[in-house]
């Protein structure tokens, strides 16, 4: 067009001058024709053709609308947004946002809030909202597919996603992400009982609440593929069932959504479609698609036969675009916009020599889909180069919540979000991956309920006869079973049922086979072909089996390892109560059984008591951070959790390095069985140390004279022995421990083994002078618990409290604290922290457990009933929670009112009981 604008041309030169150029090098002498005789006829003709001399010109038009409306971007009629009274472009919205917002919405454009003016055609005009809160734009189009090689990495990671050392090391993943990932797969791996790769292909079927099911074929070839097999997918059903489906693909999966009319073997879907038929299916799914009818739009558009503005220049708004790429549709294929019931049964008649009409569909076959790549499959498929799997699901794997939540660009029919009937569809929070059930299983105990309740439960001998009308038959064993004789007999005497071998039919029931075995599974629930007993079937039967699959009445499923018929409502019955009982499992638990829980948690219940040295250093790494009076660890705390707890373990893990004590939070004087210290990992002193409300220090000028003196001795000299303190000091053993103790209750010295500090709440009665065996000789050496403490404020004291600071290797102090609490408590919520004096607000410790909760490391949901607030758990947590739920209540516990388990006042409305108090509290009632 442009070309025969400035000159005249001889059609075989023009010809010969396009062909010459590379993206028409392979132009058909038809199909040139075919456009020029397009251009050239009727009034509005852009082109001017010489029939005699085969020339051609432009028309007088063809300038202006060359000028104005040619390119190859298609439009997409978002709304340009302009700042007023500037004028200013600030971006564009959808026309879908822009037509259903209303003057005075504000929503974010960039990193700007705006508020709506006006909503003019094609333009809405804002001006800035000064911050306000926003509602976010959306925006509906063809999303770009992934190319094939992401589509083999993707694979490769499935295939070898289970291993997180992997991930980590060939697709340098960070070790939580890798984890994160592992648990994924293999949570799909579990529900599927297999992973859907290139090499294996996976159809999944579940009951959505509508009564419905969704059908998932798990295909991670990439969007392009997908949406070319999901449209020939919809198309077989269509012709199939004589009902169009919902669909969606995306890059990972399809998903169909069936009726209730839907039944058929989930195996024989693989076999729907034929590799030399399926493109021609895929052609005719087409038409009635948005797909095409956007992609007819866009040519129109470029090939200059619909005009992108109008008199003047200006724009033609985009309902108008349509509605005139809707009325030349009619002229060239007016099949697709036809009444269905004007049109003859089979396939529409294609005007293959339109050439708009050509290109539109070779553009919808090769660019927004690859129907030769789905050819390939579907002929790999038939000769068994790619696995098949056929699995039916009790609720959607992980694999298929992604297609399940698509965005409307997957979408293979124009049926809007609001009514997909994959909203339907609801799935439990799958809290770790060996809660996944068994693949395609029954519950039994879901199956016992259903076939009680559909076993009929006459009253009289006129309810019995009731029931024999629907169900086919009684047996005798039946009859006698369920003890029905004498209505039985009532009933032969009035000739109102008949014995036909062992089994009593109603006189007046049909003896067709189809309706007998209808009524039978209708009445008896999943039964089993070649099985023995009550719920067995014939292999006769198999043929009226098919036949009542085929009309949509009863489904395959599987029972005890075996394949089973059901009908159709009383599988999607057993479905919804095993549902209902793994929804139950989940459910919050309450106060007390939290508490049960607890005790298990800190393995103070009998049966979760530790062994062994192994076992105290557990016990503190879950206690760390939590002071306790120094008396109570070793008579009550260590021997409620470790089984025959000796006092020497504790000393080999604190003379070892791996456990320091001292006091943390708070200073003061107190007598020392009553001061409160913390054991924590040697590990972590640092990061505690950055947390304590006392690293400015202590005046020097609140401390006695000896603990003053012996301050001043471990400042200057560093760690020294027990001896080293007396013969430097001067001070006598007494007076020395003495000082010793006021500086742990200030929370400034600590030692080298918890036996310095056993000797000081066990002091001998017999007096000893210098010399001889020391009271506190063998306790290891003593230090100071913080460094630079002596004169608090100096550059030195700043300087320690950042290096303190700094020196955590987590992400942050509230991570650090969180990933703490939880291992102190299991579930974390807002009221355990009123036993606790971390110094850390509760919203900086949410903050952090949602940064946790993304990245998979604990579960966030509703635990324990009866408290508000977000609440967080460990994985482990969870499932013990769980288990503590199913347990009968055990006897309560008795343990010191100083133990990390007094929650009175917190998990019960009771008073508190003081933590200093000597009396017993009772956990768990």
Request: one cysteine or more; proline letters at 6%.
């Amino acid at each position: 067009m442009a070309a025969c604008v400035p000159e005249t041309w001889d059609e075989d030169d023009l010809f010969a001058a396009l062909t010459r150029a590379w993206p028409y090098r392979e132009l058909s002498r038809k199909d040139f024709d075919s456009v020029v005789r397009l251009h050239s006829q009727g009034r509005l003709a852009l082109l001017h053709r010489d029939g005699v001399r085969k020339r051609l010109r432009a028309t007088r038009r063809a300038r202006i609308t060359a000028l104005t409306s040619g390119g190859a971007i298609p439009d997409t009629a978002d709304y340009q947004v302009l700042l007023e009274p500037e004028g200013a472009l600030i971006g564009s919205v959808h026309e879908d946002f822009a037509v259903e917002a209303n003057v005075g919405d504000i929503f974010q454009l960039g990193n700007a809030s705006w508020k709506i003016l006006k909503v003019e055609p094609g333009i809405v005009r804002v001006t800035d909202a000064q911050g306000a809160p926003p509602s976010l734009p959306f925006w509906l189009g063809e999303a770009p597919a992934r190319s094939a090689e992401l589509s083999d990495a993707v694979s490769r990671i499935r295939k070898q996603g289970r291993d997180p050392h992997w991930l980590e090391s060939e697709a340098g993943l960070s070790e939580p992400a890798a984890r994160q990932v592992s648990e994924f797969v293999e949570a799909g791996a579990r529900a599927l009982g297999a992973v859907p790769t290139r090499e294996c292909v996976i159809l999944e079927r579940f009951f959505d609440e509508s009564g419905g099911m969704q059908l998932v074929l798990h295909s991670p070839f990439g969007g392009r593929i997908n949406r070319a097999w999901g449209l020939a997918l919809r198309k077989r059903f269509c012709r199939g069932f004589g009902f169009e489906l919902q669909a969606a693909a995306n890059e990972e999966a399809i998903v169909l959504s069936l009726g209730p009319h839907h039944s058929f073997s989930l195996e024989e879907v693989f076999d729907y479609l034929h590799p030399d038929t399926a493109r021609d299916v895929l052609v005719q799914a087409l038409f009635p698609s948005p797909l095409f009818l956007t992609r007819w739009r866009w040519n129109l558009t470029r090939s200059l036969v619909l005009s992108r503005t109008q008199r003047g220049g200006r724009r033609v708004p985009a309902p108008l675009l349509r509605m005139r790429a809707d009325d030349q549709l009619v002229l060239a294929f007016p099949q697709v916009l036809a009444c269905g019931e004007t049109l003859p049964p089979g396939d529409l008649p294609v005007p293959w020599e339109h050439p708009i009409v050509r290109q539109t569909i070779e553009d919808c076959l090769e660019e927004a889909m690859d129907a030769e790549g789905m050819v390939r499959l579907l002929r790999d498929l038939r000769r068994g180069r790619i696995r098949k799997r056929a699995v039916d699901t009790s609720e959607p794997s992980p694999f298929a919540l992604g297609v399940l939540h698509a965005m409307p660009y997957a979408f293979l029919d124009d049926a809007p979000l609001e009514e997909r009937r994959t909203q339907a569809v609801m799935q439990r929070r799958a809290l770790d991956v060996h809660g996944a059930d068994s693949v395609g299983a029954l519950d039994p105990e879901a199956v016992a309920r259903v076939r009680d309740e559909a076993w009929p439960q006459p009253e009289n001998a006129e309810e019995l006869h009731e029931a024999l009308l629907w169900m086919g038959y009684l047996t005798d064993d039946e009859v006698c079973g369920s003890g029905w004789q004498e209505w039985i007999e009532l009933l032969r005497s009035q000739s109102r049922v008949l014995r036909e071998r062992d089994r009593w039919f109603a006189a007046e029931t049909s003896r067709e086979p189809k309706a007998i075995l209808r009524g039978r599974l209708e009445a008896l629930g999943p039964m089993t072909v070649g099985g023995a007993g009550r719920f067995a079937l014939s292999p006769e039967d198999e043929p009226v089996l098919l036949a009542l699959e085929h009309e949509g009445v009863i489904l395959r499923c599987r029972l005890e390892q075996q394949q089973t018929w059901c009908d159709r409502r009383l599988l999607a019955r057993i479905h919804a109560y095993t549902l209902g009982r793994l929804r139950r499992e989940i459910e919050p638990v309450s106060a007390a059984t939290f508490w049960r829980f607890l005790a298990c948690w800190q393995h103070a219940e009998e049966s979760q008591r530790l062994d062994g040295p192994r076992g105290v250093a557990e016990v503190v790494q879950q206690l760390a951070g939590f002071e306790i009076p120094a008396a109570a660890w070793e008579t009550s705390i260590f021997p409620a959790r470790v089984r025959g707890y000796r006092p020497d373990w504790l000393d080999h893990l604190t003379l070892t390095g791996e456990v320091a004590w001292g006091r943390i939070w708070g200073a003061g004087e107190a007598a020392i069985r009553t001061t409160p210290i913390t054991l924590l990992p040697r590990r972590d002193l640092p990061q505690w140390m950055s947390l304590s409300e006392v690293a400015r220090g202590v005046a020097a000028g609140t401390l006695s004279t000896r603990g003053q003196a012996l301050f001043d001795l471990l400042t200057s000299r560093g760690a020294l022995f027990a001896q080293e303190l007396e013969s430097v000091s001067g001070l006598l053993p007494t007076h020395l421990g003495m000082a010793l103790s006021e500086l742990i209750a200030r929370g400034m010295v600590t030692c080298d083994s918890f036996g310095g500090l056993r000797r000081l709440l066990r002091p001998s009665k017999t007096p000893r002078r210098f010399g001889q065996k020391s009271l506190i000789a063998p306790a290891g050496r003593w230090s100071l618990l913080r460094p630079a403490l002596a004169t608090p404020g100096t550059a030195e004291a700043a300087s320690w409290v950042a290096s303190v600071a700094g020196g955590s290797e987590r992400e942050s102090q509230a991570e650090f604290v969180a990933l703490q609490l939880l291992r102190r408590y299991g579930v974390l919520q807002r009221r355990l922290l009123e036993r606790e004096r971390i110094p850390l607000p509760w919203r900086n410790l949410v903050r952090a457990c949602r940064h946790l909760e993304l990245r998979g490391e604990i579960r966030g949901g509703r635990f324990i009933a009866g408290f508000s607030g977000e609440q967080y758990a460990l994985l482990d947590a969870v499932e013990l929670l769980r288990s503590t739920r199913k347990r009968q209540p055990t006897s309560a516990l008795s343990l010191s009112a100083s133990d990390p388990l007094n929650l009175h006042g917190i998990l019960t409305p009771s008073q508190r009981i003081s933590t200093q108090s000597r009396s017993r509290i009772q956990v768990g009632t």
